[in-house]
């Protein structure tokens, strides 16, 4: 089978040709007039779920963290860090347990996992900046807890998300920044002053900006617009239209420009389920029919049930930048943040690429995808 499409960060057009349901050849072309678009896998730092499948439920198997991350590939998002959120140590624990053995088991899982985010405990106990995550499991930040998780998830522990406030918590920076862990800020109370304390540890990103935030807020200065005004800092953004509006969305991404965005999804397991209520983290959830799940009775959202191409859909359509630009906010950027290896986006040895073809509705700001292919193999193909 050969394929025609066009590099969406390159804009180039190549020719694919597969034997097997795996990549022979990836050969730069003249010209096509295919509008099929090809693009790297998708990178989301930040899954807790999808499809029914929920990391930080007690009795998550191994079995259900590679069906989940299969279910994702279906979506597009080819590389994830699965995200495990604030719960009993033994809880947190399990979940651990469970990816590394996932890990283990099917080696194309593995190919996917990117490491694991740890967003909490260590952060905010505040209605509001606290978000989902349970009063009861949240503590100021311990060295020695720290060390047994990531001992449990055999040195996956990739980013960690905690309240720069919290007691202990600037010299818990410097430790994991020393270790080579990316540490963001999220879910947090924190003064000018402890934000800029936390960057001098080297906290290099800030989780979910405008989010995990209380309702009201004084209106400066406070710890959104610290952040975001804070070079050092980079964002992750939930563009799902609930999270954020739209001009928030534009305002974040041109305050921090293209450099220093990310695009996550946050997805919880409701995410790809239908509209209805839930128990969700131990407590009752509303999933609407435009895919917002909220804490029942409240304003406060508890995670998104998108998937990250909504996202870059979303993302074109409220902060006016191009396809190829959002797309890199899911991608390229990733990279860079991570210090990942060529894997996003190196094709040179096409018999190992990862990526993703589709097409791109313009009138309707849609991603119709395709086909996902990891590692030279097609994962997903749409009939
Ligand atoms: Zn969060």
Known sequence: MKLQCTDILKNEPVEITFVNNRIQSINQIESTRSLMLLAPALVDIQVNGFSGYDLNVPTVTDEDVCKMVHSLWHVGTGFLCPTVVTASYESISNSFRAIVGACNADSAVAHSILGIHLEGPYISPVD??????????????????????????????????????????????????????????????????????????????????????????????????????????????????????????????????????????????????????????????????????????TEYLAGSAIELARGIENSVRFAGISLAEAFSLATLQLKKLLGLDNKIDNYDDSTKANMILFYWNSDRFEIDLTMTILNGEIKYQRN
Request: net charge negative; aromatic share 6%.
């Open 128 to 297: 509001g900046p606290r978000g989902a995550h349970p009063i009861e499991h949240i503590r100021n930040p311990d060295w020695d807890e720290f060390r047994r998780f990531q001992d449990i998830a055999e040195g996956m522990i990739r980013i960690v998300t905690l309240a720069p406030e919290k007691f202990g918590a600037i010299p818990f920076i410097e430790k994991l920044v020393s270790e080579d862990i990316v540490v963001a800020i999220g879910h947090t109370d924190a003064s000018v002053e402890n934000i800029q304390e936390a960057i001098s540890a080297g906290a290099m990103l800030s989780t979910h900006l405008g989010n995990g935030a209380h309702a009201n807020i004084k209106r400066h200065p406070n710890y959104i617009w610290e952040q975001l005004g804070s070079d050092e800092l980079w964002t992750s953004l939930i563009v799902d239209g609930h999270h954020l509006p739209p001009t928030v969305v534009k305002s974040m991404i041109r305050a921090k420009t293209l450099d220093r965005c990310i695009l996550i999804s946050d997805a919880v397991a409701l995410a790809g389920m239908k509209p209805g209520n839930y128990q969700f983290a131990g407590q009752p959830v509303e999933l609407t029919e435009d895919r917002c799940v909220r804490l029942q009775g």
